[in-house]
């Protein structure tokens, strides 16, 4: 099997060209690991190959390798369920969220957010396909949340995120982002141009940057294939 670094060099590769097929430039895309279920040598081994921004789902998970690496460069962004009696670690531990889809859940993550650390970096999560078992803001629901979150000094509203139901063609890949793409161009304005599209994972990931994606979340495709979660242990 290919180690962490060989496996995160042809993802870093298979950016570059997306980018390219997409006339864009691959060094404005940023790759999200996920490192969701993996353990501390794993993130560590990326970390060595140069990679710093992590993704986590599952928060108790999440907070004990975020205090194992607690001296290093990380950078942790929790893309997983939020729950109402669990925003205050997510406030004191993250840098982004990317998952935000209620405007109670960024109230108590603008009040918690400790003074000393910068404002929390927020993506909106859109259900853009009507998927009844993933979270996320009706495309209607958006204009609200965003007047909203935009009065809360302690976050800050950076863009919007999806997880589209699983295509396997391109073309049908493409659609929901590039539907997410422009409700965005619809709703930035000068003072918010909401320039982050959170979108793509490993098995639509070169579809997501056509349609302008600037943060990639890919897991599978750097650590491999997750082993199956034990739910009742974790919070997801
Ligand atoms: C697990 C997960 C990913 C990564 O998925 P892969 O298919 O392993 O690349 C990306 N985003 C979210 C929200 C996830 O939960």
Known sequence: MDSIQARLQQVQEQIRNAAEQAGRQGDKIELLAVSKTRPVPDIEAAMAAGQVAFGENYLQDALSKIEA?????AQWHFIGRIQSNKT???AENF???HSLDS?????RLNDQRPEQLTALNICLQVNIDQQASKGGLT???LPEAIDKIQAMPRLKLRGLMVIPAPATELEAQRQ?????RQLRDNLAT?????????????????AAIMEGATIVRIGTAIFGPRPPMNRTSNNA
């Open 88 to 90: 205050r670690p997510i």
């Open 103 to 107: 405007i109670k859940h960024a109230q």
């Open 176 to 180: 929901p982002f590039s539907q997410l």
């Open 190 to 206: 000068p003072e918010l141009p909401l320039e982050t599209l959170s979108m793509g994972m490993s098995g639509d990931l070169t």
């Open 95 to 97: 840098d982004w969220v």
């Open 69 to 73: 690496l607690r001296d290093s460069s």
């Open 139 to 141: 495309p209607e629901q």
